[in-house]
């Protein structure tokens, strides 16, 4: 007489059981790995500058505990470790600060499309700044800025601007004969992206005003 498979065992072989129709993931382990070692998403839909990765590893140079307490999300399958999120915090520590190893967390035969969720999760978050709360800690602008601080979130609130700092985000101009009052917010991107802001917004409406106008519901 043959036995019938147990569904529960082979889910449990394969890294992972079924808890109550809860997803549970094979055991969690803590382990520092070698960059060499690691295979990573060739797909990722997050990319860096070289500018960007370097202020990054300034961070990670200047608190290296943090990354420790978030480290980059390994999967292990085939004999391989594939770092799905925490790429640019592997490649800001081995190839700007010449770590031999990164601080990961290693799980078992993780699902395709769980390793997409985490990595979109691991770049997203929920909830939105308080700009008076974060005016009150008094950093000062290039340090939110470093820290990855959106410009908008304390450009438009001063926090850490001189008056001179401040004109250059918001003016106003009246102009003689229609005593029309105007004003402009200045945004800084590379030459690169103004080209492709500018295409994108034209796309929208018939002048980047327009297009931003509409894009915030007014």
Same mark, same amino acid.
């Given at each position: ?11 449990? *072989?394969?890294?992972?059981? %079924?808890? /109550? ?22 797909? /990722? ?28 999300? +390994? /999967?292990?399958? =085939?004999? !391989? ?9 592997? %490649? ?8 031999? *190893? ?7 035969? +993780? ?13 997203? %978050?929920?909830?939105? #700044? ?6 009150? #800690? ?14 908008? +979130?304390?450009?438009?609130? =001063?926090? =850490? ?17 229609? %005593?029309? !009052? ?7 991107? &590379?030459?690169?992206? +103004?080209? &492709?802001?500018? &295409? ?8 980047? *005003? !327009?297009?931003? #106008? ?5």
């Amino acid at each position: 007489m043959r036995t019938r498979p147990n569904p529960e065992l082979q889910m449990r *072989e394969r890294g992972k059981t %079924h808890q /109550n129709g809860i997803l549970k993931m094979s055991e969690v382990r803590a382990a520092k790995l070698k960059f060499s070692e690691l295979k990573f998403l060739e797909d /990722n839909p997050r990319t860096i500058t070289r500018e960007d990765l370097e202020r990054l590893a300034g961070r990670i140079k200047e608190d290296p505990t943090f990354f420790d307490n978030r480290p980059c999300l +390994v /999967n292990f399958f =085939g004999g !391989q470790y594939l770092c799905y999120a925490g790429f640019q915090r592997a %490649h800001a520590a081995a190839k700007v600060l010449k770590w031999k *190893e990164v601080p990961c967390m290693i799980e078992s035969d +993780v699902p395709t499309d769980t390793m997409r969720k985490r990595a979109i999760l691991d770049n997203t %978050h929920d909830g939105k #700044w308080d700009a008076d709360v974060l005016s009150s #800690w008094e950093f000062e602008m290039d340090e939110l800025r470093d820290m990855g601080v959106p410009e908008f +979130v304390f450009g438009g609130l =001063g926090v =850490g601007l001189t008056d001179e700092e401040m004109s250059d985000f918001f003016s106003s101009d009246t102009t003689s004969g229609e %005593h029309l !009052q105007t004003g402009k917010i200045v945004l800084e991107y &590379t030459l690169e992206e +103004v080209e &492709t802001v500018k &295409t994108a917004l034209l796309k929208i409406e018939k002048t980047p *005003e !327009q297009a931003v #106008w509409k894009l915030l519901g007014l």
